[in-house]
């Protein structure tokens, strides 16, 4: 199983950016997926999770309104959109496969991307 992660790089506070997660090796659409962020400073914390068929999403408090994660099963890939971008938000993002929706814990997670890191200037 394979999940890269893509889409990362420098944004001014206030901007967007898109972050893609292709997945190989597994039967996508029967997985849940996740991104999770890392910074030196907190451990890797849930940010957004959607179910198989994409009909469902929950995400952590700090990015509701401003974060969507959605899918493409034909493409085997999963997104975050991030909009309002803020300085708090750069971190190393993750995705993640999951057998079951609505986890918010890394043991949840069966299957890591490698991450990419999303910069955002102040």
């Known amino acids: 199983v394979q999940l890269q992660a893509s889409g990362g790089g420098l944004v001014q506070a206030g901007g967007s950016l898109r972050v893609s997660c292709e997945a190989s090796?597994?039967?996508?659409?029967?997985?849940?997926m996740g991104w999770f962020r890392r910074t030196p400073d907190r451990e890797r914390e849930f940010v957004a999770a959607i179910n198989w068929s994409g009909g469902s999403a929950d995400y952590t408090e700090s990015v509701k309104g401003r974060f969507t994660i959605s899918r493409d099963n034909a493409k085997n890939t999963v997104y975050l959109q991030m909009n309002t971008l803020k300085f708090e938000d750069t971190a190393v993002y993750y995705c993640a496969a999951a057998r079951l929706f609505g986890g918010v814990r890394i043991d949840e997670y069966n299957y890591w991307g490698q991450g990419t890191l999303v910069t955002v200037s102040s």
């Open positions: 090796g597994l039967t996508f659409s029967s997985y849940a």
